[in-house]
């Protein structure tokens, strides 16, 4: 599924305009997650879905999945009030994998045709982003966010319960391998598409934060512009891990700056966030 009708690249570049992938847009420009897309095809031990309260504010929550239809009204209602004139960015950003849902393309075609000022972003695990890399920039998409724990096969595996790939359920190195592959594939082919490509990734203590600068250097020569380290959030198999704490944060990210333009002010937003950050 792709979207069709003249949609080509989105032009907008100034990711200073996008709070997710700049610190000038921090407090200036407003976002909208739509939550549309509940499928995943692959299991992040750190991902937890089946709440949702007031105090829920992580990836993977959201009050409830919509359809495309809804997601433009809801763009529509959010452009009316007065988050309106902030408004820069339409997201999708789960609860699941958006580019393993169909819904999300429908969703992209629909804000495209209506409102196609807005710029166009995913956040994706990248499993599948060199396939739908088309359908992407068939939709406007200018903004890609790949979320990258680990360049070691060993320690995906520890961090990733299973890979769906092409109709199989592939579990410890073989999954994090074919996981890995396609998201380098991804974020070069991104890159070299026009796409503006952030990388996050999930700083877990013991298990991938020796190996940041590493990983830093990789996606980088992939063409990735923006490394976003993110501390993880204790919860489902490493719910007794110690998460880093803001001393050991801010240690990582000088240590990667010097590769990569680190992105520090990340509030790790739900999947149907709304608002200035």
């Known amino acids: 599924m792709g979207c069709t009708g003249s949609c080509g690249g989105n032009s907008t570049k100034d990711v200073s305009k996008h709070p997710c992938f700049s610190p000038h847009g921090h407090g200036k420009s407003g976002r909208i997650h739509l939550p549309v897309a509940p499928g995943c095809n692959i299991a992040c031990g750190y991902c937890v879905r089946k709440f949702d309260c007031a105090n829920e504010s992580r990836p993977g929550v959201t009050s409830r999945v919509i359809t495309p239809e809804q997601a433009l009204w809801r763009v529509e209602q959010a452009l009316a009030s007065d988050i309106g004139p902030y408004l820069q960015v339409v997201g999708i950003a789960g609860p699941g994998e958006p580019l393993a849902n169909p819904a999300t393309y429908t969703t992209l075609e629909l804000i495209q ?10 956040s994706s695990n990248g499993l599948l982003l060199a396939e739908r890399l088309t359908d992407l920039l068939r939709c406007g998409v200018s903004h890609v966010t790949v979320t990258l724990n680990t360049l070691d096969p060993a320690v995906g595996a ?113 999947a149907d966030a709304i608002g200035i950050i």
């Open 158 to 270: 520890q961090i990733y319960r299973y890979v769906r790939w092409q109709g199989r359920k592939l579990a410890d190195e073989m999954g994090a391998q074919i996981l890995l592959e396609q998201q380098l594939l991804g974020i070069e082919l991104a890159a070299q598409a026009g796409l503006t490509v952030k990388v996050n990734t999930v700083v877990i203590p013991g298990l991938n934060d020796k190996h940041l600068e590493e990983l830093a250097w990789e996606v980088r020569a992939r063409g990735a512009s923006i490394l976003n380290l993110m501390p993880l959030i204790n919860q489902g198999i490493f719910a007794d891990v110690q998460p880093p704490s803001p001393e050991e944060m801010r240690t990582y990210r000088r240590q990667a700056e010097a590769i990569l333009p680190q992105l520090s002010h990340c509030r790790q937003c739900r």
């Open 113 to 122: 045709e209506h409102h196609p000022h807005l710029i166009r972003c995913i």
